[in-house]
């Protein structure tokens, strides 16, 4: 069905970082807003994007916001970062999801939201890293490296999933040795991410053994707050409730405070 | 969301948070009638992987459920979870919504028919002492043993040796039990048990499709075991006829084993014996006489004596059912089956050693009988995306190859359908003993295709 050859073929087809992004990123990182923004400014695509972004209803602004240099200040150099590693993302998302039955919005509503809920957990967590916050919105690379790999075998998904409870990241590991999210790694890496990045996302689905520390809570969180977002009533319709294996044993024990973070009743 | 069909069970896996704001969005309107379509005796939700359910989400499944234990006299409920959400589910159920709650898949499979004759040791508690009786006098009535603790401390005190027992049953309730004739298999005989008084809702209860798809996959001695059967109306007596006229086109015996006539009049054992039905005081009578065994079918060899002859329309549809095996291979193993020679022949197998074997049948606008017949080592490289483990016991490899043979046959039927023929399926069986399979197909004739998978040579044979 997929062989690690088409994979090594959709990693090498990953188009490298623009070179306006990665400027606007390094400024980002070293913390100066105004370079970044005027830097961002000179990518239409990249401004057009932040405008759609900022004025979709999970930000709550009542008047139009449009200027970079604005949108940067009201985001702040943290989210700022994780933005553009959003519109990097964007790049990779399909013209039309075939796999799941989505659209571009609600998956740029999902990426809002799991990067909303993330801040408040790392608030809750006293962790206040800007590399850890930006590292939650390359989490949906996943969905997407799923989208790509899975949508020409749709039919034989299905007819294997009519006799086995099989998740699309476990068939994926099972055939070729990599899932879902060790290629989401992938994708970090390409685009010249710090490697904890893409050791987060790794991390993230809930199947790495040898976790300790930091990096076990925040894999565990990252796990649970994916299956949080996936719960919603639109990615439920979107078939993306079951596209990866929930470790409900790896997450039980944070259960209850997360449901308080997320204000989950 | 689709339920996954394992056997004669299908199950609804859901994960992470089930509310009322989400839990419509699992069930499509399509879900809900290709549900209500399928041809099952058990259906459940698992919990496994729910880590937050309220009842609104709940019911969402409840209604589910029930419509289809109304409609189809099944069994429903939920399954794997633990004491917490069982206590929940009680909690938000309080007065019982009908539904039987399976502390695990593998206890709600206990209570089901399956194609296997296991007879599995498990040992029992409920604080209810009807329930723990019904749960007993099912799991005996589908061939098992089970073990009822009548405390609460001899129930701990024997759950300290857990090796002793294939499951341990607690935190389970039966609810309203599906109302089908229970099941088990005894050797190459399916024994039904029934009880009270029988009249026109046996038609309702006694599952046709599974009795059909045995004849289908070569079981050819039933026997119902009637001790607990106080009388029978003229509605029963008739059915019984109509199984048995349908049972003779396959050359298959039907028996009754311990039926009283005090309460039933003795002019329908006459009638029952001229449609061709038997009268046994006892079980031992049939099982434990290997002649008689072997004359009424039971014993596998002479199973198919008036053997059905290959027909045109089945051979014209060969390459659909060859096209099914060798694109599920290649699906499965990412490696091509190569087609080495066709003949129509009887079933030869050169060695029978290191061998595994399944079965399938289908029926409808055409029928027959699909058998594979793969060497270990490459059943198991084929299975290896279902299983997933390399050190899988020859059971978990059988269980995966049922589910690889019934892929195959859910190809075929896509491929059928499409040319118009509608038919379907019989639940698959498989075989560790490739000499078992023999004594059931040895005399058949066949298309016998000899394909090789990775330099190693497999056999698909086609038959009726």
Redesign the interface.
Known sequence: ???SEEIALYIQNIPATPAVVQEALNYARAGDLPKASKCASQDPVLKLYLKTLMNRPIYGFRNEVSDVAQIFGILGLATTQQTLYHYLLSLLTPKKWELFSLTNHQFYDLQASISKHWEAILTHLKINDKEIQSAISLIPASIIVCEALFAK?KT?V?????????DFN??LF??TGSDLFDLSGEIARKWEMPSRISDLIRSASGTEKNLTGQERVLAQWMH?LL??E?????Y??AGL??FI??K?EF??DI?ESF?QVVQ?T | ??A???GRVG?F??????DG??A???L?IEDIKATEELNIDMLLVSL?????FNKNGLDVFVKLLTNVRNHQHITVGFCDYDHAKFNIINTFYKDGAGFSLFKSQEIAELFTASNKGESRTVLLYNEDPSQRSAMAIELFDYGHNPIMTQSKHEFEEKKKNPELYYAIIEDTNLGVYGQKVATRVTGNAIIYTISQFLDAEISDTFNLSYHQNSLNVGFRLFIFDAYKVISMNVHALNFFTKLASSAAEYNASICFVGLSFEKTPESFKNDLEDAGLMFFDNMDEILKNKELLQELGGGGGTAAKQSRSLNKSLVNELPQFIEATVSTIA??T?ATAIKNSVNIQTLTIPGTNDQYASSIGFYGDIDGLIILIFPKKIAKKAC???I?DENASEEEVLDSLA?FV??IA??AKVLLTAKKHLLDITLPRTYADINTLLEIAQNKKGVQVDLSFEGERFIFFLTR
């Open positions: 069905m997929i062989t075998h034989e299905a007819q294997l999933r009519s006799v086995k409870a099989l476990t068939i099972r055939m649970l299956f949080y996936l719960s919603q009533s639109a439920v319709s409730n079951d294996d929930f409900i997450v039980q259960y449901a989950y | 969301m689709r996954v069909v394992k199950v896996y859901l994960q992470g948070f089930l704001n989400n419509p969005s699992f499509t496994k992987k729910v880590i937050f699906m499965m990412n290896e995306l279902l997933g589910e019934n892929i859910g190809r």
